[in-house]
């Protein structure tokens, strides 16, 4: 039987089997868990399913956490634990609670001394960081930057000097439809001899990750239009 | 045939059983490879046993790289992609070049041109921020803070601050002796009401992740002593 608490269950990153990915391990207990905390209900029976899940969805619960719901609704989904019942919290894509703001059912497990178990899975950020070459002992992820031009612009000075003066890994994330634009504003904001290491299309068939100088990026012709991308900055 | 490239290889957090928590995909790539970089070639081949590596070790290449490896040499242990070849770089505890600062195969690589794909796997630095409930938006990990008790003290209170002024969850680490000691000194230093998370012996049966108040924590008995764990500071 499956000790009760807050399971954190990764899902892929967008490919067509992320059981490929997952370890089997994570199969495993997910099988013995009918009560889950998901984004959308449709996209969690897609993953159920394609990870070979065998209850029947009429029998199982799924709590909608979206920024819909109600904050004083969420004690609720987590409730069961109390009553010695595993819950499963599923993430859209990747682990949850990482580039992700659905941390609100870990709070109050923690508060109110449930078990969290975090299951290992794909991390677009650690993918990216691990193949770029750069500083993995001191790095900071700093989400989504400014969209405004003259924001976008000092926070990635700002950042690009953290890269310098602290030897620290600066890895941020874009939506895939503005890569591009991303793309030409570090080409023209940081110095010719900053690394900028892109990692797209994470795990799947055309995962591509390369790091050049800016010197460099600005003779490749690269279209990452819509496709997810993780950017990282390093000091020479 | 698999693809000629560095693949990054991540293992165990130190369980008895490392094919448990890493997907089956990765023992299928490996299964492939006959030539490894690693740190230790004994760890290597036990780990390589333990997910069910069949080729004989005698018609494999192991590379070691460690602090003794002098850097002139390390182009010569990826030569082989070149030749389109496989090459393995494995990590000695979950994944490779995070927390760990064995990543020159990987700039060689990406200098060269060669291909680098990182395979997913457990990251003890992922796995606490997930079960924390601190933001995973927005998060520094800065490996070992410095010994000596002054300036681990400034580290403290620097990176304390930075979890109030910029939301940023702090991560950090410490030799496993020295636990107890790093406990003692966040207590002592930190403010009451900033929040501590520590994840010791992640994925292993006596795991334990646990987030409360600096104050909660001067009244909980625990001993951390040579037991693994990742630290988490955030802001109330």
């Not at 709590?63 to 010695?84: N, R, V």
């Not at 992700?100 to 078990?115: A, S």
């Not at 890994?169 to 900028?196: V, Y």
């Amino acid at each position: 039987m499956l000790k009760p608490a807050l399971y954190l269950i990764p899902v892929g990153l967008g490919g067509g089997n992320p059981g490929e990915i997952l370890p089997g391990h994570n199969s495993k207990i997910i099988q013995e868990i009918d009560e889950f905390i998901v984004e959308n209900a449709r996209s969690a029976r897609r993953f159920l399913k394609s990870i070979g899940y065998s209850k029947n969805f009429d029998d199982v619960t799924f709590h909608i956490l979206d920024k819909h719901t109600p904050e004083g609704s969420i004690p609720e989904f987590i409730s069961s634990i109390k009553l010695g019942k595993p819950v499963g919290l599923l993430s859209e894509a990747g682990v949850p609670c990482v580039a992700d703001p659905g941390n609100i059912p870990v709070i109050l497990c923690q508060e109110k001394g449930f078990k969290v178990v975090p299951l290992v899975g794909p991390s677009s950020i650690i993918l990216a960081l691990m193949a770029s070459g750069f500083n993995g002992q001191n790095f900071s992820f700093h989400g989504y930057l400014p969209v405004e031009k003259g924001d976008l612009k000092r926070k990635i000075k700002e950042i690009e000097s953290l890269a310098y003066k602290q030897n620290q890994t600066q890895i941020f994330i874009e939506t895939p439809f503005r890569n591009n634009k991303m793309l030409s504003a570090l080409i023209s904001t940081c110095s010719a001899q900053t690394k900028l290491c892109i990692a797209t299309n994470l795990t799947l068939n055309d995962e591509s990750i390369l790091t050049k100088s800016i010197h460099e990026w600005k003779t490749v012709k690269v279209d990452l239009n819509k496709k997810p991308s993780v950017f990282l900055i390093y000091k020479n």
